[in-house]
C-alpha cells in the first residue's frame, strides 16, 4: 500500500524568500511521485513529476523537487516565493492503478 | 480545450435528497476517477473506473454509487445525501491506470447538505 505524509499543515513566507514543503511517502511497488497545486475555488495542476532518472525534478513556475529514496521524500523547493505562489499543494504517490495524496500544505505568501 | 468538464458547480441538498454528479472528458483518457476533498484530510479516492465498461471501489465509497456511460464521461450519484457528504468532489482522468500518468483535474462540485 502507499501512503503519504505532508508534515506541514501551513507554512507561512514573506515574498522573495526560499520555502520547502516536506513530503515524505512509503510505497511497496514503483515510485511515481508528484506535486500538484490547487488555487482558490480550482481544481489540482500539476506542477511537477518523477517517474524516474534524474532526482531533481524541475516544475513549472520555478518549483523544483529531489527525489530522495534512502530517506523517502519528496520535497518541493521554491528559491524565491512570490504572492501568486499562495495556494494549498499536495504531494501524491503513485500506486499500481491510482494516487495516493496527502493532506496538504496551505503556503501563504506575505509581502 | 476544455480537458476535464464538471457540473454543476454548486449545489445545495437537503438531507435525504438524491443527485448525480457529472463529468464528462475530452482527451481521450481510459481512465476516470471520483475523489472528494475535506479541509486537513487530502484527496480521497471514492471510486475509479479503469476503462470504459468497469468501475471500483476505492477508499471510500459507501453512499455513493457510479456509472461509466461511455469512454468520456463517468457520473457520481448520490442516492440519499447525509451532511456528511458535504464536501468537494473532484473528477479526473488520466490515459491509463498505472499512476505513471498523473491526472487532470475538473474544477470541482461543492456540495452543501443540510
Known amino acids: 500500500a502507499q501512503s503519504v505524509t505532508q508534515l506541514d499543515s501551513q507554512v507561512p513566507v514573506f515574498e522573495e524568500a526560499p520555502v520547502e514543503l516536506r513530503c515524505n511517502y512509503s510505497?511497496?511497488?514503483?515510485?511515481?511521485l508528484f506535486w500538484y497545486v490547487q488555487y482558490p475555488n480550482q481544481g489540482l495542476q500539476l506542477l511537477l513529476k518523477?517517474?524516474?532518472?534524474?532526482?531533481l525534478v524541475k516544475g513549472i513556475n520555478g518549483f523544483e523537487a529531489e527525489f530522495n529514496k534512502s530517506q523517502t521524500s519528496f520535497h518541493l523547493r521554491k528559491p524565491s516565493v512570490h504572492i501568486s505562489d499562495t495556494a494549498e499543494y499536495f504531494c501524491?504517490?503513485?500506486?499500481?492503478?491510482?494516487?495516493?495524496f496527502g493532506a496538504g500544505t496551505i503556503l501563504r505568501v506575505k509581502s | 480545450n476544455a480537458g476535464v468538464t464538471q457540473t454543476p458547480k454548486f449545489q445545495v441538498l437537503k438531507t435525504g435528497q438524491s443527485m448525480t454528479l457529472q463529468c464528462a472528458q475530452d482527451?481521450?483518457?481510459?481512465?476516470m476517477y471520483w475523489y472528494r476533498q475535506d479541509p486537513g484530510m487530502g484527496l480521497r479516492l471514492i471510486y475509479y473506473?479503469?476503462?470504459?465498461?468497469?468501475?471500483d471501489k476505492g477508499e471510500v465509497p459507501n453512499g455513493y454509487n457510479v456509472s461509466r456511460l461511455n469512454k468520456r464521461e463517468f457520473s457520481l450519484r448520490l442516492e440519499s445525501a447525509a451532511p456528511s457528504q458535504t464536501s468537494v468532489y473532484f473528477c479526473?482522468?488520466?490515459?491509463?491506470?498505472?499512476?505513471?500518468?498523473?491526472?487532470?483535474f475538473g474544477s470541482g462540485t461543492r456540495l452543501t447538505v443540510v
Open positions: 479526473a482522468s488520466s490515459a491509463n491506470t498505472g499512476s505513471r500518468y498523473g491526472y487532470t
Open positions: 510505497s511497496s511497488v514503483s515510485v511515481y
Open positions: 518523477y517517474l524516474s532518472g534524474s532526482t
Open positions: 501524491a504517490v503513485g500506486g499500481r492503478n491510482k494516487l495516493v
Open positions: 482527451m481521450n483518457h481510459n481512465s
Open positions: 473506473s479503469a476503462s470504459e465498461g468497469t468501475t
